[in-house]
C-alpha cells in the first residue's frame, strides 16, 4: 500500500468505486481506496437495485440521469450490471393519481422522458399487477434495474487501470490533523499522507467522522425484502418494467423467474446498537413479523404472490439522514475531508452522478452542480443529537411513499429554536413551519377575519392546502398599514479584523468600501459567477460588519466565508445568530409606529434607505437597518436576544392604534413575489450568475478583482441566453408550486423556480428562466399545473411598485 496519495477514497462499495472512477478520469493517479471488508461488500452487496431517476429537486434529478448514463456503458467480466427495463409507477388513489401529474410535467421541464398512462395501457406494460382500484400510472422508459457488486467492479477495475490502489481488509483507525486539514489517514495497514479524504462509508460514515470529532448526520435503518417466486410467468425473453405502487407501500422487481418484493412500512426499525462485528454486518436476521403488511400490499398489488415461495430474505442496513436527502460536500471543519452518504435507499440509483459530482468538485474547487439540498453545511448542530436523528429519520422511512406535498411541516421533533417572542406569536394564533429547527409563524389564525368580503381565490388543489386567508390579510396589512414580523431565525454572522474590508471587497460582487453604517445587498460567487450566497452587509466599523441571510443558509454561508479567509489571522467570520433577535416592522405607516415608541429621528434625511443606525425603542437598545425584503417602507430591528420579547411588546403596543397586525413567512413570499426580489436556491443558486438573474445592478466590475469577475466579464461581452422572467398566469387559482414546465407549443421553454399568488396585483405570479428570445414583455406562452395547461403572459417586473417609491419614501 501507498504511504502517500494524491486522495484516499474509504470505503469500496458502488459510491466509493465511483468516486475512485471518475477522479482517475480526471486525471488523478495516485489514489487509494481503502475497504475494512472485502471489496463492494457493505450495502453494496444488498441492494434491491430498483433504479429510478424521477425525484423532486432538479439536481437529484440531474444526478440520476448521469448515473443511468454511465451505468449502460459498464462492464465486468463483460457482464453488463445495468439493464433498461423501464419503470411503473401506479397510483391507486386519486392524490396519487395528481402527484404523477405533476411529477410527469416535471420530468419534463428537466428533460427527462416520463409518460402518463391509463390503466389498460399500464397493464400491458407489467401484466402480472391487479387492475382494482389502480387510476393511471407514469411510465419511465430509461430506470432500469442494476446489479450493484458488477457495477461497482466494473467502475474499481477502471480506476485501477488508471492507477488507482484498491486495498480490501484495510480498517481506518483515526486521521492526522494540523492547521484545520487533513494531512494523515491512519489504517490498520499503516499511515497514508494526503490532503483529500473522501468518505463514502454509508453506514459507518457517522463512525468515520467521530474520528475527526464531527457529526454526520445519518441513521441505519433496517430495510427488507423478498426474493419471491418462481413464477411460469416470468420464463421467457423480456423483463418487465420495475413496478412501484406508493400507495400501498411496495415495489418490484423482475430477476430471472423470481420478484424482488419490498417497500416502506409504517414501523420503521433502526439499528439500536453499534454496527454488529461480524463477516457481513450490515444484514441482520429477517423480521418476518414486520414484514407482513409490506407482503400483504404487495399480494393485493400482484395477486399471483399468494402461495408464492420465498427464495430468499434480506433485512440490510440502509442509510437515513434526518431530511431524506442525500449527504454531500466538504466539511466546514476540517478541510479536505469530504462526504459522499446518507442515500436513503437510493445508493444505486445516485452513486453514478454522485461520484462524478464529488470529483469535479474536488478538482475544480466548485460544485458542477447546485447541490445546496444534498450539502453537508445545512445540517445545523441540533441534527448532532442521537434523539432528534432517529426521531425525524423514522418520520423520513415511513412517509417516504406518502404523496410529497410542498409546503407540508414535519410533526417530529419539533420546538427545538424557539425565538424570545415565541409566547408572543402562539398567543396570538400562529401557524408554526420549521425552518432548520427554528419555530417560524407561516400565518396568525387570528388575521383570518380580517381577509373577510376581499375576494381573493383560494388557490386551486395542492396549492390550497397548506394555506389560508389569513396570508392575504397580513399581505395587505403589510401594503397598506404596517406589519410586525419575528425574523429571529435569519441567520446572522459577523466578519471583522484588520483585513475585512479587503477581504469582504475580494469575495463580494457589490461595493463593500461604503461609510460606516451603510447597508449593502450583495452576492458572493464562485468563479464561474454563479451565486454561492445572497446577504446584506452592513459596515458597522471600518473593519466590522454584519452579514445577515436566509435562516436555513447560515452554516452554508459562513463555511465559504471561512474557505477564503486569509492565513494570517487578519480576518474573523463567527456566527451570531442567537445572540440577536430581529423583528421587521413594515408598511407605510412604519416610520409612525417607530417614532412612536423612540427619539431617534426615523425621517428620511436623518434615516436614509439602506443605512443602520444604533436606536433606542422604548427601553430596548438596538441596531435598526433600513432594508426590505417585502417591497415597503420599513425597518429591521436588531437586539439583544434578552431584550427580544420586551421589543415586540413595545412596538405591538404602539402598533395596535395604526391598524398594526402579525404577519407570516407566507405573506413574505407573496409580498417578495410581486416586487420581484429573489429566494436563493429556487430563482438564484451556484448556476445562475447575477445578470441572467436581473442582479446585475448588484455587481460592480470597476471596484477591482473580485472572485467570479472574470467570469462575469466574459457574460455580459457574449450576452445572455437566458433570462429570469416574471409572468402572470391567466386563471388566478392556478398557482405554480415550483418545477413546472414553461412552453411554447410543444416546446418547453423552462421551468417555474418560484410561484405564488400576489394578493395586491391580484394576479397568480411564477418566475422561470427563459431564452432571452422569448422574455420580451407581453410574450404568450403557457405553464402546465398538473397535466392542465394554463395561458400565461411574460411581465415586465417588478409588478408592485416599478420605481420603488415605497422602499425609499
Not at 466509493?16 to 472485502?38: C, D, F, I, K, N
Not at 413496478?243 to 417497500?263: S, T
Amino acid at each position: 500500500m501507498r504511504d502517500q496519495a494524491r486522495a484516499v477514497v474509504i470505503g469500496a462499495g458502488i459510491c466509493g468505486s465511483s468516486v475512485a472512477y471518475h477522479l482517475t478520469e480526471l486525471g488523478w493517479r495516485e489514489v487509494v481506496v481503502l475497504e475494512q471488508g472485502p471489496l463492494h461488500g457493505g450495502t453494496t452487496s444488498h441492494a434491491p437495485g430498483l433504479v429510478g431517476q424521477l425525484r423532486s429537486s432538479v439536481s437529484l434529478t440531474k444526478l440520476l440521469m448521469q448515473s443511468v448514463a454511465l451505468y449502460r456503458t459498464l462492464r465486468a467480466g463483460g457482464e453488463p450490471g445495468f439493464q433498461e427495463v423501464g419503470s411503473l409507477r401506479l397510483a391507486s388513489s386519486a392524490a396519487r393519481l395528481e402527484e404523477l401529474k405533476r411529477q410527469a410535467g416535471f420530468a419534463r421541464a428537466v428533460g427527462l422522458e416520463a409518460e402518463l398512462l391509463g390503466v389498460e395501457e399500464a397493464h400491458r406494460f407489467f401484466p402480472l399487477f391487479s387492475k382494482d382500484g389502480v387510476r393511471g400510472a407514469l411510465y419511465l422508459r430509461t430506470d432500469g434495474s442494476a446489479r450493484a457488486p458488477i457495477l461497482a467492479r466494473a467502475m474499481a477495475e477502471a480506476a485501477r487501470g488508471r492507477g488507482a490502489e484498491l486495498c480490501p481488509g484495510t480498517r481506518v483507525t483515526g486521521f492526522g490533523t494540523s492547521g484545520g486539514r487533513i494531512r494523515e489517514v491512519h489504517t490498520s495497514a499503516g499511515p497514508i499522507r494526503t490532503e483529500v479524504v473522501i468518505a463514502t462509508t454509508g453506514i459507518w460514515s457517522p463512525v468515520i467522522g467521530r474520528l475527526l470529532g464531527m457529526a454526520v448526520p445519518l441513521v441505519p435503518f433496517q430495510h427488507q425484502y423478498v426474493l419471491a417466486g418462481p413464477f411460469v410467468e416470468l420464463r421467457g425473453p423480456g423483463t418487465l418494467p420495475n413496478l412501484r405502487d406508493p400507495d400501498r407501500l411496495v415495489y418490484f422487481r423482475q430477476d430471472g423467474d423470481c420478484l424482488v418484493v419490498g417497500g416502506y412500512e409504517r414501523d420503521p426499525r433502526y439499528l439500536e446498537e453499534e454496527i454488529p462485528s461480524r463477516e457481513n454486518p450490515t444484514v441482520l436476521p429477517f423480521d418476518r413479523k414486520r414484514f407482513e403488511s409490506l407482503w400483504s400490499g404487495g399480494e393485493t398489488v400482484l395477486p399471483a404472490l399468494r402461495g408464492a415461495g420465498r427464495v430468499k430474505e434480506v433485512n440490510g442496513l440502509e442509510s437515513f439522514t434526518p431530511d431524506g436527502e442525500f449527504i454531500l460536500g466538504e466539511s466546514p471543519e476540517v478541510k479536505g475531508f469530504w462526504v459522499a452518504c446518507g442515500f436513503c435507499a437510493h445508493g444505486v440509483s445516485g452513486s453514478g452522478g454522485v461520484g462524478k459530482a464529488i470529483a469535479e468538485w474536488i478538482v475544480s474547487g466548485e460544485s458542477p452542480l447546485n447541490l445546496w439540498q444534498m450539502d453537508l453545511r445545512r445540517f445545523a448542530a441540533h441534527t448532532r443529537s442521537r434523539r432528534y436523528l432517529r426521531e425525524r429519520a423514522a418520520e423520513v422511512y415511513r412517509t417516504y411513499y406518502d404523496v410529497s406535498y410542498p409546503g407540508e411541516e414535519r410533526e417530529s421533533a419539533r420546538n427545538l429554536k424557539l425565538s424570545p417572542v415565541y409566547p408572543r406569536l402562539v398567543q396570538l394564533g400562529a401557524v408554526f413551519g420549521e425552518k432548520s429547527g427554528w419555530e417560524r409563524p407561516n400565518w396568525f389564525s387570528s388575521n383570518e377575519k380580517l381577509a373577510e368580503g376581499q375576494g381573493w381565490p383560494r388557490p386551486a388543489g395542492w396549492a390550497g392546502r397548506a394555506w389560508s386567508p389569513a396570508i392575504g390579510a397580513e399581505h395587505q396589512a403589510a401594503r397598506e398599514r404596517v406589519a410586525l414580523f419575528d425574523e429571529t431565525s435569519f441567520s446572522k454572522m459577523e466578519v471583522s479584523g484588520r483585513g475585512a474590508l479587503g477581504f469582504l471587497e475580494r469575495i463580494a460582487a457589490n461595493r463593500m468600501d461604503r461609510p460606516v453604517g451603510s447597508v449593502t445587498y450583495t452576492q458572493m460567487l464562485n468563479g464561474r459567477g454563479g451565486i454561492e450566497c445572497d446577504l446584506t452587509v452592513t459596515r458597522l466599523a471600518p473593519e466590522r460588519f454584519q452579514i445577515v441571510t436566509g435562516t436555513a443558509f447560515g452554516i452554508h454561508d459562513l463555511a465559504w466565508i471561512r474557505s477564503h479567509l486569509p492565513e494570517d489571522g487578519s480576518v474573523e467570520a463567527r456566527d451570531i445568530t442567537s445572540s440577536l433577535a430581529c423583528i421587521g416592522v413594515w408598511g407605510p405607516r412604519a416610520r409612525e409606529l417607530m417614532q412612536a415608541v423612540s427619539e431617534n429621528d426615523f425621517s428620511g434625511d436623518a434615516f436614509p434607505y439602506l443605512t443602520a443606525q444604533e436606536v433606542r425603542l422604548g427601553e430596548v437598545p438596538a441596531r435598526a437597518l433600513r432594508v426590505t425584503y417585502v417591497g415597503e417602507l420599513g425597518w429591521e430591528v436588531y437586539a439583544p436576544t434578552e431584550y427580544g420579547l420586551r421589543l415586540w411588546d413595545t412596538l405591538w403596543e404602539a402598533g395596535l392604534p395604526l391598524g398594526a397586525a402579525a404577519a407570516g413567512y407566507r405573506s413574505i413570499d407573496s409580498l417578495r413575489l410581486e416586487k420581484g426580489y429573489r429566494y436563493w436556491s429556487q430563482d438564484i443558486h451556484s448556476e445562475y450568475h447575477p445578470y441572467e438573474a436581473g442582479l446585475g445592478f448588484a455587481v460592480k466590475l470597476d471596484k477591482g478583482d473580485f472572485i467570479g469577475r472574470a467570469a462575469l466579464e466574459r457574460a455580459k461581452a457574449e450576452g445572455l441566453s437566458r433570462k429570469l422572467s416574471c409572468l402572470t398566469i391567466e386563471e388566478p387559482s392556478a398557482v405554480a408550486l415550483g418545477g413546472e414546465p414553461i412552453l411554447l407549443g410543444s416546446e418547453v421553454l423552462g421551468r417555474v423556480t418560484s410561484g405564488g399568488y400576489g394578493y395586491t396585483v391580484r394576479k397568480s405570479i411564477a418566475y422561470g428562466y427563459l431564452p432571452v428570445e422569448r422574455s420580451k414583455p407581453g410574450t404568450r406562452l403557457e405553464v402546465e399545473l398538473f397535466g392542465t395547461r394554463f395561458p400565461a403572459t411574460v411581465e415586465k417586473e417588478p409588478l408592485y411598485d416599478p420605481k420603488g417609491e415605497r422602499v425609499r419614501g
